[in-house]
């Protein structure tokens, strides 16, 4: 009896063990939209308020896409009313003009308060960086009107909301269903200071920025390599829920968000928030702002306000050719450079610009005792400099490389005397590269009376992040010949920044490593000044680098700045503008190939997106308008070369 006992428990166990292994499968199970059954999978992942007393419950996501072990999510819900930033300048006179998605407050709200409400640290840890930088965000115009993702119909993106939203301010239409308006991620390019949004219908407008009871449906990128399991069957009804591998949080990368194209997470600069802008009429169709003007801002209600470049039925988003490029893990040297050695001799003249210079020296700057000579044209896009130990030459391109793509781009060619003492470095807001102060970068460049300048590596922004929480390495940083951080990354990354390394040394040369090749005492003694973390490397030895072939095939189009070497006393540095009608942005792989023509040995990629901007003589000369940003990034420092008394 005892022996049929132990028999019986033995079986039980075994079926409850079976039971569970036919409940529970591999993240593999986790699809996009299937289009032939119209349909998709759906992920229970977090928890945020839903009920109208707030009560919390797990978060219901719509899968879009997976591709490269990670699943593009978009909450099924509206979660709340928002809006994108407090900013509308010039309605808003006493405020800063909008800058920009990664400047704004709802970009912040997502990726700090949203982030820590709704995910406990191990689902942080699960979440891959967002094409801007953080890891929660809003769909991109673009992903909603993509029929690869569902979106083949107008009434596909038609939206109900929570309890917990229409109690909290949304905006709902009145009707049957009760929809509601939700907002994009995209900037209007017919527009300035709104953003695209999907209207009651399905359609496609725009509104201000500044309007408060427009929806926000989150999107997050789940990575899959975090799951151990998942349960349910993927439907609306018993959606997915995913069994998450155990993580430890002791390390000082774990959980940590990578940071955009331009470490484009950045806080929002605060500004006065004033009343909303009116703007067209249809009063009947848009939501009731919440300011006090009785009059709600209101959005164009014609079927579609896209911009003319843009398709109802747009193409899913082309993806780079270098999809499976690996990075290079480590360099077989841990000392040694990236790039080829440059040959130490004079830059010879001409120039392609020769006629427009005055009389220069056969090295191709100006004879003792002539005054700085400077030339500027807007309209053809040139701009010139030539002193007796600098001369630059900056020319505007443009291109359209693929329908509803263009391109404008700004190349600098920087020319520096042997022995002269001028080489690219950073300049601060107070002499200090300690500082914690940012300040408006265009301010830096005057204050420094610099003739050329550009953004740098914004390390301090990894800084200011990590003195909440350590979340990522700041990167190995010198500045002024001192070692700041000796902190590299503790693994090779396919996102933006790696914190690959650029050093810049005074002799007007630079070297690039991989983000562990060097360390920061090797730079001292090496003599570098300025040592920079962010990358990643675009070329060594005249070749595009692994690196930015495998992060390219992860990185849509965005603005990027970036600076390289054609030989010892000749920079070269790019500005791509991007987000704006005029010109898309590019890819990684096709901005190293910018370099790569100009015939550079070395190039490295400095932040991008909202922070990328070229000056010359203490102005922007790149688009920093269009209804993007009217000003880059506040920083703590620029990058920087030749002095000029104009500026005083």
């Known amino acids: 009896m005892l022996k049929t006992s132990k028999c019986l428990m033995v079986l039980t166990a075994l079926v409850l063990i079976l039971s569970a292994c036919a409940l529970a499968q591999d993240a593999s199970g986790i699809g996009g939209y299937d289009a032939k059954a119209r349909t998709w999978d759906y992920v229970s992942f977090g928890r945020y308020p839903t009920g109208k007393d707030g009560a919390v419950e797990p978060v219901l996501w719509r899968v879009l896409s997976v591709e490269d072990d990670q699943a593009y999510l978009l909450s099924e819900y509206i979660l709340f009313a928002h ?363 005057r204050a420094n009376g610099l003739v050329f300048a550009i953004n740098s590596d914004w390390y301090y922004y990894r800084v200011q992040r990590n003195a909440k929480k350590r979340t990522m390495s700041v990167g190995v940083i010198l500045r002024q010949g001192e070692v700041l951080y000796d902190d590299p990354a503790k693994k090779s990354a396919t996102t933006i920044p790696n914190r690959d390394i650029l050093a810049l040394y005074p002799d007007a040369s630079l070297e690039v490593y991989d983000y562990n090749g060097v360390t920061a005492q090797e730079l001292k003694t090496k003599g570098a000044y300025d040592v920079l973390s962010f990358g990643p490397v675009l070329l060594s030895g005249g070749e595009v680098t692994a690196q930015a072939l495998a992060i390219s095939a992860r990185q849509s189009d965005n603005p990027r700045c970036g600076i390289g070497l054609v030989e010892k006393g000749h920079y070269v540095s790019v500005m791509m503008e991007g987000r704006t009608s005029r010109s898309k942005g590019c890819t990684v792989k096709e901005f190293a190939e910018l370099f790569k023509n100009k015939g550079c040995v070395s190039a490295y990629n400095l932040d991008g997106g909202g922070t990328a901007c070229m000056m010359f003589m203490g102005e922007y000369i790149t688009d920093m308008g269009s209804g993007y940003r009217a000003e880059a990034r506040k920083q703590t420092e620029v990058l920087g070369i030749g002095h000029t008394d104009r500026l005083k």
């Open 83 to 445: 809006r994108v930033d407090p900013n509308c300048y010039p309605v808003n006179k006493k405020s800063e003009p909008y800058g920009g998605w990664e400047t704004s407050e709802l970009f912040n709200y997502l990726n700090d308060e949203f982030l820590n409400t709704a995910f406990d640290a191990a689902e942080q840890d699960a979440l891959a960086e967002t094409p801007d930088g953080g890891r929660v965000t809003l769909p991109e115009i673009d992903d909603i009107r993509n029929k690869k993702y569902g979106f083949d119909q107008e009434k596909k993106r038609q939206a109900q909301s929570t309890e917990y939203a229409k109690e909290n301010g949304l905006f709902v239409y009145q009707g049957a269903k009760r929809y509601s308006p939700w907002w994009s991620r995209t900037p209007s390019e017919s527009k300035q200071y709104a953003h695209r949004r999907v209207m009651d219908n399905g359609k496609l407008g725009f509104i201000s920025v500044e309007v408060k009871n427009l929806g926000v449906r989150p999107a997050i990128m789940l990575r899959l390599d975090k799951i151990a399991a998942v349960t349910g069957s993927g439907t609306v009804e018993d959606p997915f829920v995913p069994v998450l591998e155990p993580v430890s949080l002791t390390g000082a990368d774990q959980a940590a968000p990578a940071e955009d194209d331009a470490a484009d997470a950045a806080p929002a600069d605060e500004a006065d928030d004033s009343a909303a802008p009116v703007e067209d009429d249809a009063a009947d169709a848009a939501p009731a702002d919440e300011a006090d003007d009785a009059a709600a801002p209101v959005e164009d209600d014609a079927a579609d306000a896209a911009p003319a470049d843009e398709a109802d039925d747009a193409a899913a988003p082309v993806e780079d050719d270098a999809a499976d490029a690996a990075p290079d893990d480590e360099a077989d040297d841990a000392a040694a450079p990236m790039e080829d050695e440059a040959a130490d001799k004079a830059v010879s003249f001409p120039s392609a610009y020769a006629s427009l210079f005055p009389g220069l020296t056969d090295e191709g700057f100006l004879p003792a005792g002539e005054p700085e000579f400077v030339y500027e044209d807007q309209k053809t896009g040139l701009w010139l400099y030539a002193s007796q130990d600098l001369r630059i030459e900056i020319a505007l391109k443009t291109a359209q490389p693929k329908k509803n793509r263009p391109w404008r781009w700004y190349e600098a060619d920087i020319y520096v005397r042997p022995g002269s003492g001028e080489y690219m470095k950073a300049y601060y807001n107070e002499d200090d590269p300690r500082t914690k102060k940012t300040e408006q970068i265009i301010r830096i460049a």
